[in-house]
Structure formats: C-alpha cells, structure tokens
C-alpha cells in the first residue's frame, strides 16, 4: 500500500481521521502533491528533504491542533447553554435535529461537526430578521419562537 491509499483510508476512517498526515515522498510532481493535498494530507514532503523544514512542519501542525483545541475548550460551555435553552418542538430545535442527523450520516471529522455546530448555534442566538422591529407585535412572534 503506497502513502496516498494509507492517507485516503486514515482520512475516510471517521475514528483516526483528526490524525495529522506528513506524506515524506520522492514524488516531485505538482500533481502527485495536489493529489496528496487533496487527499487529506496536512503536509507533503519531496525527498531529499531538510529536516528543519520537517521538524517546522510538525511544530506547526501541533500547534494549529494545540490552537483548534483550546478555542472548542472555550466555545463548548456557550454551546451548552444554548442548546440547553431550547425547546422541544421549536423551529431551531427542529433545525438542531436536523442538523445533527446531518452529521450522523455523513463522515464528516470532528473540526468540520465543530464548525458547522458553532456556526448555527451562533446564528440560533440571534432573533430572526423580522422580529428585530421594536413594535410590540414583533416581539410577540419573536417570544412565540422561543
């Protein structure tokens, strides 16, 4: 099995695919690294190679990881009491099933669920566009949705 099938069957595999992929290879080609980049690969890596170049590329990767790790640290307790603000039956509850059942089905890995997450929990928060009048009737539909 060469890199590109290991990477692709890492990538697709829903319980390693978080794992940060180096490919290290003697493909020069443009192609070959689009190929590896399109792939899943975090990095691609011509041989001969310098080894600075790969102990930055593996400094890097950690980092962004160590970065991605301590904003989802931040943003899940907000996560949290927005969907415990929810009512069953309501329109974003509905929109929160939904999208969950989304997930589920998909193979999507856990920075993409994240985001997508973060996205319409943020955008759930905010009163919908009609209801931002300051008429009473507005908000009366605005309360109706909650």
């Known amino acids: 099995m060469d890199g590109i099938t290991l990477c692709r069957k890492i990538k697709q595999n829903i ?3 978080h794992i940060p992929i180096i ?5 020069s080609k443009a192609e070959d690294q689009i190929e590896g980049l399109e792939i899943g690969a975090d990095a691609y890596i011509v041989k001969p190679f ?5 102990r ?5 990767l950690i980092a962004n990881r160590e970065r991605l790790r301590g904003i989802c640290t931040r943003l899940i307790p907000t996560l949290a009491a927005s969907i415990s603000t929810l009512r069953v039956g309501s329109a974003r ?24 997450f973060s ?10 566009r009609s209801t931002l009048s300051s008429s009473s009737a507005a908000s009366d539909v605005y309360k109706r949705q909650q």
């Open 15 to 17: 319980n390693i695919n």
């Open 23 to 27: 490919l290290l290879t003697a493909k």
């Open 50 to 54: 310098n080894t600075e170049l790969l």
């Open 56 to 60: 930055t590329t593996i400094s890097n």
């Open 93 to 116: 509850w509905s929109l929160m099933v939904f999208i969950t059942l989304l997930i589920k089905i998909s193979s999507l890995d856990f920075i993409s669920i994240f985001v997508i």
């Open 119 to 128: 996205f319409f929990f943020l955008m759930l928060r905010r009163p919908p």
